[in-house]
């Protein structure tokens, strides 16, 4: 671990951080070899080099969903390391086409969200999550969010605030009828 822990605060910054969260990874999870949890920490020490060496992006993007829907091929992945001599080739293109297709869902996903606004907003996890509620419901009451979001009236407004301000979300109706949905273009 000590080796590791040098390697990854002297050596690491030398190489690409796809590169190096890829290394890391690879070597945690060679490293401590536990039967459970050692996958989940590897996999956090992986996306948190990234967010060091500056790959972050407002923290809405995570690789582990496409581990996730490749388990087969993740821990095929890393056996084939261990099968060829420790070569971390096949490895790290594995990890850096993870990556890759990570980043284009989070385009796609941003590109959902365009707003022709010259203010720049920064969505939290939970506005995504907000606008996803809008699209699939069409439109929700004050309360319906709340409610769905597990959060109080005033959490909603903060919430929907930024978003009125930029033109994602409108409100239609009076102020107790009133609806919240996504601006349509």
Not at 2 to 27: G, Q
Request: aromatic share 12%.
């Amino acid at each position: 671990m000590f080796e590791l822990l040098d390697w990854w605060n002297k050596k690491s910054v030398e190489l690409s951080p796809v590169l190096s969260s890829a290394i890391l990874h690879y070597r945690f999870e060679d490293i401590h070899p536990f039967a459970d949890g050692n996958g989940r920490t590897g996999r956090a020490l992986s996306l948190w080099e990234l967010y060091r060496r500056g790959f972050d992006s407002h923290h809405i993007f995570s690789v582990d969903e496409y581990y996730w829907e490749d388990r087969p091929g993740y821990y095929a992945a890393l056996d084939a390391v261990r099968g060829s001599g420790e070569n971390l080739t096949g490895w790290l293109e594995y990890c850096a086409e993870g990556v890759r297709q990570t980043l284009e869902r989070v385009w796609l996903r941003v590109r959902s969200y365009q707003v022709k606004s010259p203010e720049k907003l920064v969505l939290r996890p939970r506005q995504e999550h907000l606008l996803k509620l809008l699209r699939d419901h069409g439109s929700m009451s004050p309360a319906e969010i709340w409610e769905t979001l597990a959060i109080s009236k005033q959490g909603a407004m903060d919430l929907l605030r930024p978003l009125l301000e930029v033109g994602l979300v409108e409100k239609i109706g009076g102020k107790k009828t009133g609806r919240y949905s996504l601006k349509q273009p």
